[in-house]
């Protein structure tokens, strides 16, 4: 579903590499989960998948088709993107959050609002409750919620999240994380999911690939990398 092949990228300022000789291959409906202390890349290659960064060398393959050579907007169609805090636009209510990309698609006003009562109910917000409050009203692990929705809201194949449940406290997240596998075994969507927490990694992750300083020191399941570390 998504393949790297020898993802390389080097910023004008740095004497490292930031991702280096990266290859990656994430198979259909799975969670893979990139882990690493901060500065080790993962951002960076999260941004490589959806272009919002291009590769200085190396390829990327989703469904096949060579993704260097897409448009831009027409791959990220394909594509929900998640980041944590910032993610969702402060002066608009949780229902035009959501409704953005629909809009975009033109999407008619009835079809939104089916659509948008159906995500909060995915991740389990009351839509009569919800729909018209302000990020700011919402507490932080309601706005994560709105964020997971937001991404979704034109059911795209493919799900990168960046440590989208990092900014909320410790019960909340255990909450978020347990919410996401259940929705996760129904939705089947091929994630890419970054985050620093080696715990998080081993239960939300059906791979995890492990970078250091840019690059990829182990790829395999939960399982291999508890036995052999
Ligand atoms: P992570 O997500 O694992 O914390 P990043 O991918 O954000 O790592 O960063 C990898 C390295 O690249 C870091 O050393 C970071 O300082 C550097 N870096 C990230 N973005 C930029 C940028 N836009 N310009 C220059 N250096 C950057
Ligand atoms: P531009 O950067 O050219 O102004 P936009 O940010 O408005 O483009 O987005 C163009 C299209 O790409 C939108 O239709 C939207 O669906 C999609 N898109 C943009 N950013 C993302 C993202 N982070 N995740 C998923 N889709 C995105």
């Known amino acids: 579903m998504i393949r790297l092949e020898g993802i390389s990228k080097v910023y004008p300022n740095m004497d490292r590499p930031a991702v280096k000789e990266l290859n990656l291959h994430i198979e259909e409906g799975e969670i893979c989960i990139l882990v690493g202390p901060s ?17 200085s060398s190396g390829k990327i393959y989703i469904n096949g088709k ?4 897409e448009d831009p907007n027409e791959l990220r169609q394909n594509i929900g993107y998640v980041i944590q ?13 959501i409704a953005t990309v629909p809009r ?21 917000l009351d839509p009569e409750e919800n729909r018209y409050k302000y990020p700011m009203e919402l507490s932080g692990g ?32 255990t909450q978020l ?19 620093h ?8 992750g059906d791979k995890i690939a492990i970078m250091n300083q840019g690059e ?14």
């Open 39 to 55: 500065g080790c890349g993962k951002t960076t290659t999260l941004k490589i998948i959806n272009r919002l960064i291009e590769p």
């Open 66 to 69: 060579d993704a260097m050579k």
């Open 85 to 97: 805090q910032i993610g969702l636009f402060p002066h608009m209510t949780v229902y035009e959050n």
């Open 104 to 124: 975009l698609r033109d999407w008619d006003e009835g079809r939104i609002r089916k659509r948008v009562d159906e995500l909060l109910e995915m991740v389990e």
């Open 142 to 173: 309601q706005r994560q919620r709105v964020g997971v929705a937001r991404a979704m809201a034109i059911d795209p194949p493919i799900m990168l999240m960046d440590e989208p449940f990092g900014a909320v406290d410790p019960i909340t997240r």
């Open 177 to 195: 994380q347990n919410e996401f596998l259940k929705l996760q075994r129904k939705i089947k969507k091929t994630i890419v999911f970054v985050t």
């Open 197 to 204: 927490d080696i715990d998080e990694a081993i239960k939300m």
């Open 216 to 229: 990829l020191v182990q790829f395999d399941t939960p399982a291999n990398i508890l036995f052999n570390p």
